[in-house]
């Protein structure tokens, strides 16, 4: 009778286990920023040599920039339809040290126009994204 309770005691823990995973598609993985557009001026800026990299995975958004001393920061994110809004940033300082971002001047140059920004999703793929917030049209290519 032992064996039995602690069998369905067993199951009834697994079951009510159960872990919600975000399933964002295409959206997650690797990404590499290839160009930016400036909305207002139409200018475009070619990205293709730079190293900066977006990772997505369940609603955590890593962008590095390995071209200014190796730059992470990490924002949450939410995704509804074709609407991305990330927030919260906090950048990497060592290895167990994160600080928040107050500074927005760091996130200018890889697209980002504030500690919370909302962009639309205007294409996505498994191989190419191109997301647009109010000043930039940023565009990816997925590796």
């Known amino acids: 009778m032992k064996k039995i309770l602690y069998i369905f005691l067993s199951c009834t823990l697994l079951i009510a286990c159960d872990l919600e ?4 598609g295409n959206l997650d993985g690797n990404w590499q920023l290839r160009q930016i557009d400036t909305l ?3 200018g475009r800026c070619d990205m293709t040599y730079s190293y900066v990299y977006w990772g997505i995975e369940n ?9 200014n001393n190796n730059l992470r920061i990490f924002f949450r994110f939410k995704r509804e ?3 991305l809004t990330i927030h919260s940033p906090y950048r990497v300082i060592t290895k167990d040290e994160l600080t928040p971002v107050e500074d927005t001047e760091i996130l200018l140059p890889i697209g980002i126009t504030g500690t919370e920004d909302h962009f639309i999703i205007e294409n996505l793929s498994s191989s190419s994204m191109i997301l647009k917030n109010v000043d930039y049209r940023l565009h990816f290519r997925k590796y």
């Open 21 to 24: 995973i975000p399933d964002n």
């Open 40 to 42: 207002a001026t139409n």
């Open 59 to 67: 609603q955590l958004l890593q962008v590095r920039d390995i071209d």
């Open 81 to 83: 339809s074709n609407e």
